[in-house]
């Protein structure tokens, strides 16, 4: 008698999950008769009635690695291509130690609203994966499979914050407990018996099935697909197009805080170099990689490149042609950091990458340019000898007579330039001052064939008035 009071009283035990998990009614796609009887799934919420005649139809969709805006772009093409081929259901193969916020926040917001019923199979879903897996109508966890550890880097106030209404927010629209969801955000939320202040939640795969967080166990796929009631489903793979594929390999931080940085420095070995060549182009390729990634994801728009490209084309303005650093040069500046803002739609993220990109620039130029200088190959490349008149070498006459006569500068010399001396133009430059266009200038000596030139400390200027 004991042994079958002892089954009895455990039968009746078993039923208590069901009464008190979410009402069968909440679902948009239960039938009528579900919403009044308990649900035989496995899953605690109610089975997925496929269309009779045929086997059911179940899109897969891989969400595997870091999170970033090209996998939200596959996400969604992925989502409207099972709607429209009338699909039974759509699994995400869930295995991602997480990564951008913004691209989990808009992946799940199209789960929200996709009108297929979504099943997420999760393996490891850390961070932003858990939102998205939260965010699924189904949740089944492999054996061994972990959910949690969300909690956003910098863990500001404000950040965990939002962070956490966003991940209660999903719970709740799912029918899941929304404390469960925030205690993986947020260190101040405390659970009795399932974590204390102070730390941050991650579940296991057994944990989060007997909390109700997830559904079901499954070992595969399939399995996955006959706790939700599709059966013999049959499975269209579904992968990311080589654009797709592109995007996401170029929006990774640490690939943007490198093709920053090699456009930068292509940008800085050209204006240290004569004319157009090797860096300048690797550099602008570079940049249009960036770029173009950031268009195709829907990451930035025509502004921010318009506004990059302006503030570049500022400072190089700034650089070859004007003296000095002026309103040019703040303005090229302005624009520049304004276009990279809008590229990444996050102030912190921008700082990072782009304090990063700017640092490594300025230490690998320093670097490289100096290396470059003393390697023997720079020395086959350039003219380093000196020709001095102690050791024999004169310049030719007829620069000679132009020592110690007066004239005035055509262009700025910086310090290389032209003058004009008795009528004639002539190159020259000076001991390494600026000087203005139309300025008095005296020849003091003749370098082979360069002219070296001083402005003149006094004498007349333009109109008759002195020039100090």
Known sequence: ???????????????????????????????????????????????????????????????????????????????????????????????????????????????????????????????????????????????????????????????????????????????????????????????????????????????????????????????????????????????????????????????????????????VYELATPGWGIPGSVGLAALALFFGARLLTGLAGWLAVLLFVAGLVLLIVEVLALPGFGLVGVAGLASLLSGLYLSFHDLRAAAWVVGGSLAATVVLAAVTLGALRKSRGAHRLVLTTRQWPEEGYTAPAEMHRWVGRSGRAVTPLRPSGVVEVDGQRLDASTEGEYVEAGTPVQVVRSEGLRLVVRPQRSGPGPGGEGRT
Not at 19 to 46: D, H, N
Not at 230 to 251: C, K
């Open 1 to 267: 008698m004991w042994p079958e009071r002892t089954r009895l009283l455990a039968s009746l035990l078993a039923i208590v999950p069901w009464v008190l998990g979410p009402w069968p009614g909440q679902w948009p796609w239960t039938p009528a008769s579900a919403a009044s009887s308990p649900p035989v799934s496995p899953t605690r919420r109610p089975s997925l009635s496929p269309r009779p005649g045929r086997a059911p139809v179940v899109y897969v969709i891989p969400v595997r690695g870091v999170i970033e805006l090209g996998l939200a772009d596959f996400v969604r093409r992925s989502l409207a291509e099972a709607s429209r081929h009338g699909a039974d259901a759509v699994l995400l193969e869930v295995n991602t130690p997480g990564g951008r916020l913004d691209a989990g926040e808009e992946i799940r917001d199209a789960l929200l609203q996709s009108p297929i019923p979504t099943i997420a199979y999760v393996q490891r879903a850390q961070s932003a994966g858990a939102l998205i897996s939260l965010a699924c109508q189904f949740l089944v966890m492999a054996p061994g499979a972990s959910i949690g550890a969300a909690e956003p880097i910098p863990a500001e106030e404000k950040i965990v914050s939002a962070v956490r209404a966003e991940f209660e927010a999903t719970a709740q629209a799912r029918g899941r407990d929304p404390q469960v969801a925030a205690a993986m955000v947020d260190r101040s939320v405390e659970i009795p018996g399932l974590v204390e202040k102070g730390k941050i939640l991650t579940l296991s795969a057994a944990r989060a099935v007997e909390l109700g967080l997830a559904d079901a166990l499954a070992a595969s796929r399939e399995q996955a697909a006959a706790a939700v009631g599709l059966s013999e489903a049959r499975f269209v793979e579904l992968q990311p197009n080589w654009a797709e594929r592109t995007a996401r390999f170029l929006t990774e931080p640490v690939v943007s805080s490198l093709l920053l940085t090699v456009g930068f420095l292509g940008i």
